[in-house]
């Protein structure tokens, strides 16, 4: 397999992918204050899930790209 097909299915893999979650969620860990009364503070570990979203465009290029190298590399194969 040549490196054109490899990077095309990698991008054709990488579109579905992104069309099919439209987004990635990341998890962090902060400190936060959940008390405050005068001199006594405290002090919790909060986790927080935070959403990326990816646009639907982005999927839609990764697999027209993906679908463009394969189609350049069985057209260079058959050459």
Do not use: F, H
């Amino acid at each position: 397999m040549n490196t054109t097909r490899i990077i095309g299915i990698i991008l054709i893999v990488i579109g579905v992918i992104s069309l099919a979650y439209q987004g990635i969620s990341v998890r962090t860990q902060e400190r936060e204050r959940v008390l405050e009364l005068g001199p006594i503070k405290v002090d919790a570990t909060v986790e927080k899930e935070r959403r990326l979203p990816l646009p639907p465009i982005l999927g839609v290029l990764a697999l027209a790209g993906g679908v463009t190298l394969m189609v350049v590399a069985a057209k260079k194969g058959a050459a």
